[in-house]
């Protein structure tokens, strides 16, 4: 009996060898995947969400913490916070809303309530030295109210709300600004003598500038055609006072 051979080229078997690896490959490549999409999933499956405990009492912190099987810890040292009241949750880490492994400890802060100290006396001191005495000592400004009076030093504190040594993170200050200057509401100057006008306006205490302008023919000289500040306007008993006259 005689046997055929049939011989495969080799270029043919190399390449259904390449084909069988690729193939396997693949295969590999895609248990690899699945394999680590599923223990993301388990691991993910076994976490739990932290939760805001900002404002809870420590007790119920505790509870919310423990039913998530989360261990707290209480620190012992107080934070002062001006929104959070005293003997509440200020501060949390991790924070909530991260995701955390069961028996993972959560550390928490309780609140020593609003930032107070005892208010310093400032009555009597500057308004400045007042604010840098505020600053040392922590605590805050929260308004300025004015007075104006001659019995007092300019810009000296003459009350504070709350008085000293009260407890307390923020302080008002009342302040004189010194005695309440004159104020005139300027009349009408036009057509008017500049001669008989200027005196009268510095026996007031006005800084009277006088310009003479050509620029109006008919009128006589030293009549006043235009002025600033204009008539109507609220001026102080020192301020100046242009007049520009014809020539």
């Not at 949390?92 to 995701?99: A, F, K, L």
């Not at 550390?107 to 020593?112: N, Q």
């Not at 600053?135 to 300019?154: N, R």
Request: proline share 10%.
């Amino acid at each position: 009996m005689v046997r055929l051979r049939v011989h495969m080229p080799i270029g043919r078997r190399v390449w259904g060898v390449g084909k069988v690896l690729l193939l396997v490959g693949a295969l590999l490549a895609t248990f690899v995947a699945f394999f680590l999409i599923s223990m993301r999933v388990a691991i993910r499956a076994g976490q739990v969400q932290v939760p805001d405990l900002t404002g809870l009492t420590v007790e119920d912190a505790t509870l919310a913490l423990q039913q998530l099987q989360l261990r707290p810890r209480i620190e012992e040292v107080r934070r002062s916070d001006d929104k959070v009241a005293s003997g509440r949750v200020a501060q949390q880490d991790p924070p909530g809303g991260v995701e955390a492994r069961p028996q993972r400890t959560v550390k928490v802060w309780v609140s020593s309530g609003p930032h107070t100290t005892p208010v310093p006396s400032l009555v009597g001191q500057s308004e400045r030295t007042a604010r840098m005495r505020l600053d040392q000592d922590g605590v805050a400004l929260t308004s300025v109210s004015e007075i104006w009076s001659s019995e007092y030093a300019v810009d000296a504190v003459i009350a504070q709300d709350p008085p000293p040594p009260t407890l307390a993170p923020r302080v008002s200050l009342l302040v004189n600004r010194g005695p309440r200057p004159v104020i005139y509401l300027m009349p009408s100057l036009l057509g008017l003598d500049a001669g008989r006008v200027e005196p009268v306006l510095q026996s007031s205490g006005f800084r009277v500038t006088v310009v003479e302008s050509p620029n109006y023919p008919g009128i006589p000289p030293g009549v006043i055609v235009r002025q600033q500040p204009a008539s109507g306007s609220q001026v102080p008993e020192d301020a100046s006072v242009t007049i520009e006259v014809s020539k």
